[in-house]
């Protein structure tokens, strides 16, 4: 079983509506849990990060965090083209000084 | 504030060679991560500096090895090349490197062996 596991897709959706990724990770010490967007040929840029239990949310952008079922989301409302990329779902733990990356949900937004 | 970068941008090598990568953080960022990106395997972890000292590794033979100077700019080393060490390789820099902070991405070398 892969440490933190995403669709790799493509999530194909029109542009207006609400895409949304998921992202599920199997330790439980996990902590820290993040959204980074990878446009082809660039690097990561990080877009969320979430902490708690619960929803955070940013411009568009709401991330969702369920510690006892393991599982993160991300839902990008208004989706535009120019969000048609990668997005990597990474975690850490305390102490292991590194992010676990998922192998990334590939997002096409239909104009 | 300039953001991480990575030299050099592009590398072309034969198998057998061996290779330096170089990363400078963003200023004030004392922890240095090295990931290698692959279509097959995705982002992987390599290693971790803090203060020039490595506090993590990941599960990558020796022939990966990396160093951090007192400026915190740190330098990956890939000897005796092998074809599957063609990837992207991402230096990737935070203040402590603790679990709860952001990192940051430099643009990345993509380096080719041939």
């Known amino acids: 079983q892969k440490e933190v596991e995403q669709n790799s897709g493509p999530l194909s959706v029109p542009e207006g509506a609400i895409a949304s990724l998921n992202c599920t990770y199997s330790d439980r010490g996990s902590q820290s849990f993040f959204w980074y967007r990878q446009y082809s040929g660039k690097s990561p840029e990080l877009i969320m990060f979430?902490?708690?239990?619960g929803d955070k949310e940013d411009g568009r952008f709401t991330a969702q965090l369920n510690k006892a079922s393991q599982y993160v989301s991300l839902l990008i409302r208004d989706s535009q083209p120019s969000d048609s990329a990668t997005y990597l779902c990474a975690v850490s733990m305390d102490s292991s000084y590194k992010l676990i990356f998922g192998s990334g949900t590939r997002l096409l937004v239909r104009p | 504030k300039a953001g991480v970068t990575q030299t050099p941008r592009y590398l072309i090598k034969t198998r057998g060679q061996q290779v330096t990568l170089s990363c400078s953080p963003i200023s004030g960022h004392r922890s240095v991560s090295w990931y290698q990106q692959t279509p097959g395997q995705g982002l992987q972890f390599l290693f971790e500096y803090f203060s020039e000292t490595q506090r993590n590794k990941g599960n990558f033979p020796g022939r990966f090895s990396g160093r951090q100077f007192s400026n915190s700019r740190s330098e990956m080393n890939v000897s005796t090349l092998e074809l599957g060490d063609s990837a992207l390789y991402l230096c990737a820099s935070s203040h402590t490197g603790s679990s709860n902070e952001k990192l940051f991405f430099g643009s990345g070398t993509q380096l080719s062996v041939l």
């Open positions: 979430i902490y708690s239990n």
